[in-house]
């Protein structure tokens, strides 16, 4: 039982040896709440989410795209005339097109509500990673302290065990007690070490533990101070229940997942519906051909210049039952949310 335990006994060698570093309760909180590594991860999560919403509302923005191009033909080719002849061509152009999202069958607007939805899941979630965190340094604080009050007793136990043997020994020499009453103390005393070591090494794992949750690189002299035993008098279980139900951040991040997965059944119902555009651009174009004199280039650009306006839509008919699939697959996320 030694031999297994020597990494333990090893670390409390260390945190013995150096300077002692006291950590109340209130103080283990803070600095994991601020450093543990599942809170750091529910935030940049709820940061992701937070992308989310904006680029939801970004949809509803135009998109414009502008473009150039420039080709050279070589060879035998049709001219206006009707007739193949060889010759070369060079056509130049440009142009700017710009698109306005009309009407997307609500999937713009259910997006958003979608978006803002997971965003708030998301927030409710990072509070219950905090809660988590909290109830875990809490609980490990408080069983540092139980193992380090079995410690005590231990090491009391094994002080007892070593007068009584001096006490049996002084009552041997004079002749008031047999041998075997000797033997059996010393027995006492070797179970006490052991389980003085067996204390030791429960009292340095549940320090392991604790700095674990604060995410300590070093638990070198890491010691924890009593609570103060004039704390608030605990709620009643009904109370503690009661109030979990309504306010427990985890519980309300899953009813949140609930309506979250409602709006994204929304957003798939929005591949029935038809869509709508409105687009607009502009352009021009320069072309010359080898062997023949042309217009020159400031001129066919005033010449060649277009305008366009319009509206494009489009009715889904089939698209493979695509929407249908989404939609089978947001109501089972539904099913998985209200399981959770």
Sequence with gaps: MKRLSLPLLLCSMAIASASAETWSLDSCISYALEHNLRIKSAEIERIQGEYSVTEAKDAFLPTLNASASQNWDFGRGLTSSNTYANRNTSMFSWGAQMSLPVFQGLRNIRQLRYSKSSLTALEMQAEAARDEVRLSVITDY????????LLEVSREQLRLSQVQLERQKALLEGGKVPEVDVIQARSKVAQSEVQVVNSENEYQTSLINLAKDLELDDISGFEVTPID???PAIASADEVYANALANYPALRASRQ???????????????????????????????????????????????????????????????ALSTRNNVRQAKVRKLSAQIN
């Design 257 to 319: 997942n609930i309506k979250a997965a409602d709006d994204a059944i929304s957003v798939a119902r929005s591949g029935y519906l038809p869509r709508l555009n409105f687009n607009a651009g502009l352009g021009s174009s320069y072309y010359t051909v080898s062997g023949q004199q042309g217009e020159p280039f400031s001129a066919q650009m005033k010449d060649n210049f277009s305008k366009q306006l319009g509206f494009s839509l489009s009715v889904p008919i089939f698209d």
């Design 229 to 231: 035993e004039n704390s």
């Design 142 to 149: 408080l069983q540092v302290l139980y193992n380090k009050e």
